[in-house]
């Protein structure tokens, strides 16, 4: 197998630079491991042996822009034909701090390739292409576990860092693999050093089992099995429930039915990753009670577990904010549709809902959490198909209403900036929900008679000129 002929013609000129400079390019992680599984590589690392780093950077600024970063690690940035391509030299580590910069650094460009792989955290992840030969390096039996989907520690080196215990989740979510029982068990000695990550790495990690897995609950296994709940006791509580043995089952199958919900929607990055959260999210209201879960409105109980997890994971304030609404109303949908039986629901309800949650999001979520106890992937949901409709006539599915009437419309009338005005725009919007207006002419039409009526029966409205 040569990758150099099918890799990315940038990429090929850097290694060819490496080859005419005197040293030997080899490709390595995870574009070596996706293209063994048929993936699409993306992002390209090449691993310099035999040039010392003076030698490399004279190298490589002969075809492309370099400049280093992660200096005690020697990785060097190439850019070449808008690609830009991560050049390392071979190295060696010591742990002598807390922490994933506490390392000792030695480079040394002329070990062999085994040594330089075996620093590396699986064996999945520490195979290598010579772009020379197009020979396959694969001194600690990598392509074997790729081929029986099994996610191995390399050596004694993943104990120096508690995140390769968050990537053996991921990895396994992500490729369906099982985690080997000796790579288990290094893991759950690990549990006090996790602990220590901080939430921007612990968010990359959490972010990758959700948006590149086709089964994120085989993540929340893997987060069992490792002991790394530790690090999200409001899941933990969920796995524990003693009033529902079921619900983290449940709350997995959510996050599985969630990937093919964003799926079907064509829903890519930031809009996937809030609905998966919001997903991730949904159920913890469960743990705080049976007597609390069986009375209306328990679902807002969920915020505060919510907030907190999200927070655990490193998810940013202003995400957060979006997802809450998705949490807090997530079963609006169905309550709203039964209640629809009895008596119609008005569109006041509905334009209502619109202003606490986005309802193309809160059908997609509830759309998620139906076919989760359905079990079927493709099932459409009778409760979510009357809400979109309902907002899609209504002109609220996918933004909330905005106010017809706005104070430089009331100062025009001769009201004054101040409370009064503030009062007669709240009241104008409310109307405005109810149905009773829908455009600016009407909405003026409602101020005015009851402007008129308030100054006939002298009425409070006493800022007008």
């Known amino acids: 197998m040569n990758l150099l002929s099918s890799i990315a013609p940038a990429a090929r000129r850097i290694a060819e630079a490496i080859v005419a400079g005197g040293g030997r390019p080899v490709l390595v992680g995870g574009a070596v491991r996706d293209h063994l599984l048929g993936l699409t590589p993306k992002d390209i690392d090449i691993e310099a042996f035999g040039l010392p780093k003076s030698a490399l950077c004279a190298t490589l600024t002969k075809v492309a822009k370099v400049h280093e970063v992660g200096k005690s690690f020697g990785v060097l940035k190439a850019r070449c034909e808008e690609l830009e391509i991560d050049v390392s030299l071979p190295r060696r580590e010591k742990k002598i701090a807390q922490g994933h910069r506490g390392f000792q650094v030695d480079h040394d460009p002329f070990m062999s390739f085994a040594e330089a792989a075996s620093r590396r955290d699986f064996t999945i992840n520490a195979i290598g292409v010579d772009l020379i030969t197009g020979e396959v390096l694969d001194p600690w039996g990598g392509v074997n576990d790729l081929g029986i989907g099994i996610i191995r520690h390399v050596s004694d080196a993943f104990d120096e860092d508690p995140l390769r215990v968050l990537r053996a989740c991921q990895f396994s979510a992500r490729f369906g693999f099982a985690i080997a029982p000796e790579t288990v068990q290094k893991c759950r000695s690990l549990q006090g050093e996790l602990l220590t990550l901080s939430r921007e790495r612990i968010w990359e990690e959490f972010k990758k089992l959700l948006l590149k897995s086709a089964q994120p609950s085989v993540g929340m296994l893997a987060l ?179 106010p017809i009437v706005q104070g430089r419309n009331l100062h025009a009338l001769g009201l004054k900036p101040g409370p009064v005005m503030g009062e007669w725009l709240k009241a104008a919007f409310e109307a405005q929900l109810d149905g009773e207006f829908d455009d600016l002419t009407g909405g003026l039409d409602w101020i005015g008679v009851r402007l008129k009526g308030d100054q006939e029966s002298a009425g409070p409205i006493h800022q007008l000129s």
């Open 224 to 402: 069992e099995t490792t002991g790394a709940l530790v690090l999200f006791p409001e899941l933990a509580d969920l796995r524990g429930q003693y009033f529902d043995s079921d619900a983290w089952t449940r709350h997995n199958r959510m996050l599985d039915a969630c990937v093919g919900v964003c799926a079907e929607a064509e829903l890519e990055g930031n809009e996937a990753l809030q609905l998966m959260l919001a997903s991730l999210c949904h159920g913890l209201r469960a743990t705080l009670g049976e007597e609390i879960c069986r009375h209306p409105g328990h679902e807002q109980a969920g915020e505060e577990p919510a907030r907190s997890l999200l927070g655990r994971i490193g998810c940013s304030p202003s995400l957060i904010e979006r997802i809450i609404p998705l949490v807090r109303e997530h079963e609006q949908p169905f309550h709203l549709w039964q209640q629809n039986h009895a008596r119609p629901v008005a569109d006041g309800v509905i334009r209502r809902l619109a202003l606490r949650a986005p309802i193309l999001q809160l059908c997609l979520l509830a759309l998620a959490d139906f076919r989760s106890h359905s079990g079927e992937n493709k099932t459409p949901c009778l409760a979510v198909d009357w809400l979109r409709e309902r907002a899609s006539h209504l002109r609220v599915l996918e933004q909330a209403p905005k």
